[in-house]
């Protein structure tokens, strides 16, 4: 989990390099513990304060349920958290409609 957690801080070290909205697939991960999901809503504070929308999907149950239970769904908008990537592009598509309902 350490190496996880040292692989989101690369991919946030080059943030400008990033889309306006960045998903994370988390179907391969089979547990999360409080560094984990420090590492996660680090992650989604450092996009959001880069101007950058975050989406979170496809985890596992036990994942899913320790999320939500430590107060991370509240964290990163309950509606940012989606059950599979079917779902997430869904999302993707509203909020770029909305980037592009307030930039026009």
Do not use: W, Y
Not at 40 to 47: K, N, S, T, V
Not at 55 to 76: E, L
Not at 78 to 98: H, K, T, Y
């Amino acid at each position: 989990l350490i190496g996880r957690a040292e692989q989101l801080h690369r991919v946030t070290d080059h943030i400008d390099a990033l889309p306006p909205i960045v998903m994370f697939r988390l179907r391969n991960m089979t547990a999360i513990d409080a560094t984990g999901l420090k590492a996660l809503e680090d992650a989604a504070a450092r996009l959001r304060a880069s101007g950058r929308a975050t989406i979170f999907c496809g985890a596992p149950s036990q994942p899913a349920q320790v999320m939500q239970r430590s107060g991370f769904f509240q964290h990163v908008g309950a509606e940012n958290i989606c059950a599979n990537v079917d779902a997430a592009l869904v999302r993707a598509a509203e909020l770029r409609a909305q980037r592009l309902t307030k930039t026009g």
